[in-house]
């Protein structure tokens, strides 16, 4: 990761502050070695496999502005610190100081990096927008993404990952937000957590940590999110299910058409499907509470394609493929397979599908499940690859869903290859490492 520090003068003093050394000339903040440019700033972190500090000295022919190190080494460029990640969180909490504007942070377990960048494409027709890139959304990734803001942006839009316990909340103490929304709760990274509580208390805490005046979104279809809400005066509440919300969504088909009305008016967009419709009902709700008209709102929605990795529509040698690689866990499985079976097309509905990850001792029940609820919706054909997701193909037996389990993602290949047809679309999802995304491209 390589961030350009957008704002040089001040870094510069940030860092004479905090180390009583003068910067000349600095570019961009990075912690990839390989990476790393003439006059940058390193910082290497511990992984669980490498160790970047024994890159260091190679580092050095680079010539960056100054390393931060571990450990000593005898060179005035290289700074040594008791911990990387601490003098991280330190500099990042000092540095956001100076960017007052209003802050709109976003988490949840499904459909945060979405909803960011709906908020993004509609933010940015009006105003100057600082926000994080991707999905670099961690105790070291956002903070490394603010050094990339600009005094001079309107608002800032963050969004923060929960892939361990408190992590929201140390993320808070960061950057605190103003406008705060939790678009989710699920079972995401359950593996990582002692329980669903411990899970739930995380994810909640972005709503404990609000500014004194801030406002909080509550996604009123989410009981767990609805339930923390009960008597709260500073929300805005938006769904599906309860007309007396704040922000009302409706999803309607009329023949083989559908229709997604918010309070009443239309939205539209090509690829339109529930999953989006939630992610833009979120990002209606706080845009419109801003003060963004309806119309500003609904143009950039209306030019919104899902990003990469999730949901995405690519047409592709006459088929249709829906690139929802990113990752997988249950409950955005069961929705993503949802909108692509009720969706209207001509051809065969085909699925490729693979293991969820880091969902600890839920993750057999829950691969069963994600079995049985694939073969209720009946798509025409299943191919799945990975050690786990066999669990979940078992069930398709005695179904009138064809399903084949392959060893490998070569084989599968080969053998999906020579199984589409023209007119075929296809669902492809499974958790991040398996990386279902080479399938795409090998098709």
Known sequence: MRIKIQEKELFTKLINRNFNLKLNDIDSF???????????IFMPIKGDNVDPHKFIPEILAKKPAMIFSEKEFENNRVIKVDSTKGILKKLAKQWIKSFTKTTIAITGSNGKTTTKEMLLSIFKSVYKVNNTKGNYNSLIGLPINL???????????????????????????????????ITNIHNAHIGNFKSFKQLLKTKLSLFENVADSGTIFENNDDMNISKYCEGLKNKISFGFKNSKVDFFGEWKVKGKKAQFLINGKIISNQYLNKIMAYNMLASYSISSTYGIE????????KEFNFIEGRGRHINKNGY???????????????IGIESFMNMVYKGRKILIIGDMKELGSQSKKD???LGEYIKQESPD????????????????KNSKTI???FIDKKTLIANLKSELIEGDAIYFK????????DIIKAL
Request: hydrophobic fraction near 40%; charged fraction near 20%.
């Open 294 to 301: 309806h119309q500003i709102i609904a143009d950039a929605l």
């Open 30 to 40: 990075c912690i990839d070695s390989r990476l790393v440019q003439k006059n940058d």
């Open 320 to 334: 249709l493929i829906i690139d929802d690689t990113y990752n997988a866990n249950f409950e955005s499985f069961k």
């Open 367 to 369: 691969h069963i499940s």
């Open 403 to 405: 399903s084949k389990h």
């Open 147 to 181: 050094f990339n803001f600009s005094l001079d942006a309107d608002i800032n839009i963050v969004e923060m990952g929960a892939s361990k316990p408190n992590e929201i909340h140390d993320l808070c103490q960061i950057i605190k937000p103003d406008y705060s929304l």
């Open 381 to 396: 054909l299943v191919f799945s690859t990975g050690n786990l997701i066999s669990d979940t193909t078992s069930q398709l």
């Open 430 to 437: 499974a958790s991040r490492s398996l990386n279902f995304e």
